[in-house]
């Protein structure tokens, strides 16, 4: 069974945690404006998209970078959720049994709710 976290080991993963989101931030600032652009390329054209040649490339550009950006903020979320438990003083226990998550998955994965044997399960 994993240890619990020490001082500098939480310490260290808060700090990873808030790297990362403010990482995604800028990620999901670049989204942003690809999809801005997609919606300017789109707006511009007088055709629809069935008879404009450029409607289905704009229309898999924006279902692409829809899917990135909803990955996006589902990573912020976990990220998020994990600097309140950061804040709460419960990181680093799987939110489902309650048992340390241990340093090695949680250094793989800051953002990890559950510890191995409940991620396994169904
Ligand atoms: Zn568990």
């Given at each position: ?60 550009e924006?279902s692409r970078i829809?899917g ?55």
């Amino acid at each position: 069974m994993p240890e619990r976290l020490t001082d500098a080991q939480l310490e260290h993963l808060a700090r990873e945690l808030r790297r990362q989101r403010h990482d995604l931030d800028a990620q999901q600032v670049r989204m942003d404006e690809s999809l801005d652009d997609v919606r300017a390329a789109r707006g511009s054209s007088d055709a629809d998209d069935e008879h404009d040649p450029e409607g289905p490339t704009l229309s898999s550009e924006w279902s692409r970078i829809s899917g990135l950006t909803a990955g996006l903020a589902d990573r912020s979320a976990a990220i998020d959720r994990a600097l309140q438990r950061v804040d709460d003083g419960t990181y680093g226990q799987c939110v489902r049994c309650g048992r340390p998550i241990g340093f090695g998955r949680l250094d793989a994965l800051p953002w990890a709710e559950l510890c191995i044997e409940c991620a396994r399960l169904p």
